[in-house]
């Protein structure tokens, strides 16, 4: 069954290049914030002003516009629209889920586990989705006739466009459950690349880096041999897959079955090993005491002098994790979230 009809999606806004307009606006005018509805030369905005916020606006969404365009969308709700118009949707939007219930303003984009499916979001409570509007990303080759992506380069840039063709924003707030964790830092550090703004990233009892199995070992280290194990699970499953796809079974429920598999399989493979790349960001941990001590140890000794990390450990193992704790992961991140936006209200860019 299809992801997007069991989490009933919800329209997308109107508004999403609309809020990164808003923040150009922000910008020349040298104000502090610009409503979607504030008119640009109410504010004070002249001629002079116009040609450099249209050449803003043009390499931020690689369109082509004439600086007379201010006259018929002075507003960035109006100047937001006009963009939606003129910029093709990503093909990879559809793997982006807004969570039904979410009513708040600032998108957290939140990355889906081993599985691929993007069902565990809709779980956050309706206190944290009062407050931000959750995006839901779930795993490309979870639906019949998908292959999934074969490297973590590819998954990231793939998450980090379509993120920000959705919300029309670079992804600020992202997180992510089990390995899904690992995806939002990757797709964090490409946001940062690309603002130079520390993003914030909620990891939920995520594996330790560079773990070769994705979950606490003894021996963790990443050799040959088990690398050419998980590449015989790769063929093995995709193998099974493709047999039942192509005699027509692949919706029967053996057929689901191992096209999970093959999903499985195929991201173990891109991730096991990874070590992401350290670089400014704050890092919120909500790990189980099943994994939590080894977890909450590498992440630290991962983290740059640049990044902050904040570590909770809560009793429980990592298979009921999210759902035995949702309130309480919920307050955490409304917390995280919280402190970090009144630090930034103080220093509105950290480098």
């Known amino acids: 069954m299809n992801v997007q009809q069991r989490v009933r999606p919800v329209p997308l806004p109107d508004n999403g290049p609309a809020r990164a307009i808003a923040g150009l606006f922000a910008a020349e005018l040298q104000i502090p914030s610009v409503g979607l509805d504030d008119n640009f030369f109410d504010l004070g905005g002249d001629s002079l002003m116009a040609e450099t916020l249209v050449l803003a606006v043009q390499k931020r969404f690689g369109v082509k516009l004439q600086t007379s365009v201010l006259l018929e969308a002075q507003t960035p709700r109006e100047f937001g629209r006009l963009i939606a118009s003129l910029v093709p949707a990503h093909p990879a939007r559809q793997?982006?889920?807004?969570?039904?219930?979410?009513?708040?303003?600032?998108?957290?984009?939140?990355?889906?586990?081993?599985?691929?499916?993007?069902?565990?979001?809709?779980?956050?409570?309706?206190?944290?989705?009062?407050?931000?509007?959750?995006?839901?990303?779930?795993g490309m080759g979870t639906e019949p006739g998908e292959k999934p992506y074969s490297g973590i380069a590819e998954i990231g840039s793939t998450y980090f466009e379509a993120l920000t063709s959705v919300t029309g924003q670079h992804p600020e707030v992202l997180g992510g459950i089990c390995v899904?964790?690992?995806?939002?830092?990757?797709?964090?550090?490409?946001?940062?690349?690309?603002?130079?703004?520390?993003?914030?990233?909620?990891?939920?009892?995520?594996?330790?880096?560079?773990?070769?199995?994705?979950?606490?070992?003894?021996?963790?280290?990443?050799?040959?041999?088990?690398?050419?194990?998980?590449?015989?699970?790769?063929?093995?499953?995709?193998?099974?897959?493709?047999?039942?796809?192509?005699?027509?079974?692949?919706?029967?429920?053996?057929?689901?079955?191992?096209?999970?598999?093959?999903?499985?399989?195929?991201?173990?493979?891109?991730?096991?090993?990874?070590?992401?790349?350290?670089?400014?960001c704050d890092i919120l941990i909500l790990a189980s005491s099943e994994w939590g001590a080894t977890t909450v140890e590498q992440y630290k000794g991962w983290a740059s002098d640049k990044a902050t990390v904040k570590t909770v450990v809560i009793p429980g193992t990592h298979d009921k994790f999210r759902v035995a704790n949702m309130e309480l992961i919920d307050g955490e991140i409304i917390a995280f979230l919280s402190a970090r936006g009144a630090a930034a209200s103080e220093v509105p860019y950290r480098q």
Do not use: C
């Open 95 to 138: 793997l982006i889920v807004p969570v039904s219930g979410s009513t708040g303003h600032e998108p957290i984009a939140m990355i889906h586990g081993i599985t691929g499916s993007a069902l565990f979001a809709n779980r956050f409570s309706r206190l944290l989705k009062e407050r931000y509007a959750i995006m839901a990303v779930r």
């Open 180 to 280: 899904g964790g690992l995806l939002a830092i990757e797709v964090g550090r490409l946001s940062y690349e690309a603002t130079g703004r520390r993003p914030a990233i909620i990891l939920i009892d995520p594996p330790s880096p560079g773990s070769p199995w994705l979950k606490p070992m003894r021996d963790n280290r990443m050799t040959e041999t088990r690398r050419r194990q998980i590449a015989r699970k790769v063929i093995y499953w995709r193998l099974l897959r493709d047999i039942l796809g192509g005699v027509g079974l692949g919706q029967t429920q053996l057929g689901r079955h191992l096209r999970k598999k093959a999903f499985k399989s195929a991201l173990l493979q891109a991730t096991a090993g990874f070590v992401p790349s350290s670089y400014p």
